[in-house]
């Protein structure tokens, strides 16, 4: 699966609205009706009249800020929370993990705490079954 695509499925496993209209300039979500045929924010409903875009998907591959979103979610679903962590120690440790947490070289949390955004969201998507 491409960064771009686990961005998508990520944000739609999260609830994160990826449809609708975003003004960069009001920093804001834009409703339909307040969208030109331009695809500007329309002034006459109070808009600013620049264009606007689709809405943004956070870079959850490349951003450790993104994917603590995922990670604040998965406090809130302990079995997940979980099982993530241990999808994340084998993705970041290697064949050195064991079930236990026990790590022969003691640099286990080390590893586990400096995993990429890459690797945080390949063991979110293993653990939410998003596979492509």
Same mark, same amino acid.
């Given at each position: 699966? +491409?960064?771009?695509?686990?961005? #998508?499925?990520? /944000? !739609?496993?999260?609830?994160?609205?990826?449809?609708?209209?975003? $003004?960069?300039? $009001?920093?804001?979500?834009? /409703?339909?009706?307040? %969208?030109?045929?331009?695809?500007?924010?329309?002034?006459? =409903?109070?808009? $600013?009249?620049?264009?606007?875009?689709? @809405?943004? #998907?956070?870079?959850?591959?490349? =951003?450790?800020?993104? $994917?603590?979103?995922? !990670?604040?979610?998965?406090?809130?679903?302990?079995?997940?929370?979980?099982?993530?962590?241990?999808?994340?120690?084998?993705? =970041?440790?290697?064949?050195?993990?064991?079930?236990?947490?026990?790590?022969?070289?003691?640099?286990?949390?080390?590893? %586990?705490?400096?995993? +990429?955004?890459?690797?945080?969201?390949? /063991?979110?998507?293993?653990? @939410?079954?998003?596979?492509?």
């Amino acid at each position: 699966m +491409t960064a771009e695509q686990q961005r #998508i499925r990520i /944000a !739609e496993a999260l609830g994160v609205q990826t449809e609708g209209w975003w $003004c960069p300039h $009001c920093e804001r979500e834009v /409703a339909p009706a307040f %969208v030109t045929f331009q695809e500007t924010h329309d002034p006459h =409903s109070e808009g $600013c009249g620049r264009p606007v875009e689709g @809405m943004p #998907i956070p870079d959850y591959p490349n =951003s450790l800020d993104a $994917c603590a979103t995922f !990670e604040a979610w998965l406090r809130d679903h302990p079995d997940r929370e979980h099982d993530y962590g241990i999808a994340l120690a084998r993705l =970041s440790i290697g064949e050195e993990f064991e079930e236990d947490g026990f790590m022969p070289n003691g640099w286990g949390y080390f590893a %586990v705490a400096h995993a +990429t955004a890459q690797q945080r969201c390949d /063991a979110f998507c293993a653990v @939410m079954g998003i596979i492509d």
